[in-house]
T-cell receptor, first 114, second 114 residues
């Protein structure tokens, strides 16, 4: 079974600074998808960024980028120029190629300090 | 486009009562999922469905039942509610294209069993 680990329960960053959230996963599959979801206090689950495992190029969405290391099974999220609105729980997630599962990590609570 | 709609948003149940959490999506997605999120934790998969008439157990299925009679609807049934089922429940759906497996989430249902 696939597992997703986020070793940082809480992180904080100064406004306008850069922060990196860590995620590792375990799978025996070669094709899969990785995601970072943001959950603000409203409880809504918002997709931040997505990475296809077959792509070597790291995904980027504006201030959000990932460092995908397939051999190491590592998928970290970098937030540049942090904003107060970035404060939320961030979940790393794994999606298999069969639609059978989205496996979520335990989450990292990010605080942004003014 | 409504996306994924869950009802109700909040509910208080007494121990032993039963209820159905409704979930409907209007995106013609094949795959649907039910998760529970306990306080400060990630999401755990309860049940999933890869298409109408097909359901399967996730990580924490005990105490729940689902059905998928149509592509749009995926209700979650709680029989004999217990305090351990106090949680926030999320329904999600996705459309497998082999390239895009983003999961779209409902707003969540906060359930308290007293």
């Amino acid at each position: 079974a696939q597992t997703v680990t986020q070793s940082q329960p809480e992180m904080s960053v100064q406004e306008a600074e850069t922060v990196t959230l860590s995620c590792t996963y375990d799978t025996s599959e070669s094709d899969y998808y990785l995601f970072w979801y943001k959950q603000p206090p409203s409880r809504q689950m918002i997709l931040v960024i997505r990475q296809e495992a077959y792509k070597q190029q790291n995904a980027t969405e504006n201030r959000f980028s990932v460092n995908f290391q397939k051999a190491a099974k590592s998928f970290s999220l970098k937030i540049s120029d942090s904003q107060l609105g970035d404060a939320a729980m961030y979940f790393c997630a794994y999606g298999d190629n069969y639609g059978q599962n989205f496996v979520f990590g335990p989450g990292t609570r990010l605080s942004v300090l003014p | 486009n409504a996306g994924v709609t869950q009802t109700p948003k909040f509910r208080i149940l007494k121990i032993g009562q039963s209820m159905t959490l409704q979930c409907t999506q209007d995106m013609n997605h094949n795959y649907m999922y039910w998760y529970r999120q306990d306080p400060g934790m990630g999401l755990k998969l309860i049940y999933y469905s890869v298409g109408a008439g097909i359901t399967d157990k996730g990580e924490v299925p005990n105490g729940y039942n689902v059905s998928r009679s149509t592509t749009e609807d995926f209700p979650l049934r709680l029989e004999l509610a217990a305090p351990s089922q106090t949680s926030v429940y999320f329904c999600a759906s996705s459309y497998r294209t082999g390239l895009n497996t983003e999961a779209f989430f409902g707003q969540g249902t906060r359930l308290t069993v007293v």
